[in-house]
Antibody
Framework: EVQLVESGGGLVKPGGSLRLSCAASGFNFSNYNMDWVRQAPGKGLEWVSSISSRSSYVYYGDSVKGRFTISRDNAKNSLFLQMNNLRAEDTAVYYC??????????????WGQGTLVTVSS | DIQVTQSPSSLSASVGDKVTITCRASQTINSYLNWYHQKPGKAPKSLIYATSRLQSGVPTRFSGSGSGTDFTLTISSLQPEDFATYYCQQSYITPYTFGQGTKLEI
C-alpha cells in the first residue's frame, strides 16, 4: 500500500524557517517524481514544487521561488521541503504527492494527509 | 503562466442527478488535464488523468472529456459520497496550476 506521511509542520514567526519531510513507503520511491502542493485555510489547491526521481530537475511556483528548496533522499525514501523567509501567506496545509509514472502523462496519483504550517507572530 | 478557470464555483444537486463541471485553460494544454476531489478535512483524491482516463478504483459514473482549452467532468448519477469539492489541474507546463475548485453540495 502506498503511504506518504508528512511531518515538520508547526507555528513559525514571519521570516523564520521550517523543514517539511515526507516519508514514503509501499512503492519504489526512487522511480517516481514527487510534488508538494499546499492549501491555505478555506482556499483551493496550489502547486508548490516538483522534483524528478533522481533530483535532476526541480521546479517551483512563482510564490515560493528563491525561498523554498525541494530535495529528496532516495536511500531513505524521503522527500523534503526547506522553507525559508516564511510569510503569513505561506500558512497552509502542505501535501506531499506522488506523480504517477505514466511517462509524459503527468498527474498525481497518491497524496499524503498533509501537515499544517502556520506563519504568525 | 497558464490560468485555469473552473465553473461553476458551487453547485447544488441531488442524489441521482447528472452534473457537469467545466474547466477552461488560458492556452492550449492538449489533453494534460487532471481532476481531483476533496472532502472537508481530508486530503485530495485523484479521479481522472489525461482528460478522460479514470484512476484505478474510480467508479464509472465519473467521466471526463475535452481537448485544447475546454474540458468537462461529468458525474452521471450523483451518489451521497460524491458531495465534495472538485479541482482540475493542468499538467502541460509548470507551474502546474489548479482551478479554483467547484463545491458540489446537496
Amino acid at each position: 500500500e502506498v503511504q506518504l506521511v508528512e511531518s515538520g509542520g508547526g507555528l513559525v514567526k514571519p521570516g523564520g524557517s521550517l523543514r517539511l519531510s515526507c516519508a514514503a513507503s509501499g512503492f519504489n520511491f526512487s522511480n517516481y517524481n514527487m510534488d508538494w502542493v499546499r492549501q491555505a485555510p478555506g482556499k483551493g489547491l496550489e502547486w508548490v514544487s516538483s522534483i524528478s526521481s533522481r533530483s535532476s530537475y526541480v521546479y517551483y511556483g512563482d510564490s515560493v521561488k528563491g525561498r523554498f528548496t525541494i530535495s529528496r533522499d532516495n536511500a531513505k525514501n524521503s522527500l523534503f521541503l526547506q522553507m525559508n523567509n516564511l510569510r503569513a501567506e505561506d500558512t497552509a496545509v502542505y501535501y506531499c504527492a506522488r506523480v504517477s509514472g505514466r511517462g509524459v502523462i503527468r498527474d498525481i496519483d497518491y497524496w499524503g494527509q498533509g501537515t499544517l504550517v502556520t506563519v504568525s507572530s | 503562466d497558464i490560468q485555469v478557470t473552473q465553473s461553476p464555483s458551487s453547485l447544488s444537486a441531488s442524489v441521482g442527478d447528472k452534473v457537469t463541471i467545466t474547466c477552461r485553460a488560458s492556452q492550449t494544454i492538449n489533453s494534460y488535464l487532471n481532476w481531483y476531489h476533496q472532502k472537508p478535512g481530508k486530503a485530495p483524491k485523484s479521479l481522472i488523468y489525461a482528460t478522460s482516463r479514470l484512476q484505478s478504483g474510480v467508479p464509472t459514473r465519473f467521466s471526463g472529456s475535452g481537448s485544447g482549452t475546454d474540458f468537462t467532468l461529468t458525474i452521471s448519477s450523483l451518489q451521497p459520497e460524491d458531495f465534495a469539492t472538485y479541482y482540475c489541474q493542468q499538467s502541460y507546463i509548470t507551474p502546474y496550476t489548479f482551478g479554483q475548485g467547484t463545491k458540489l453540495e446537496i
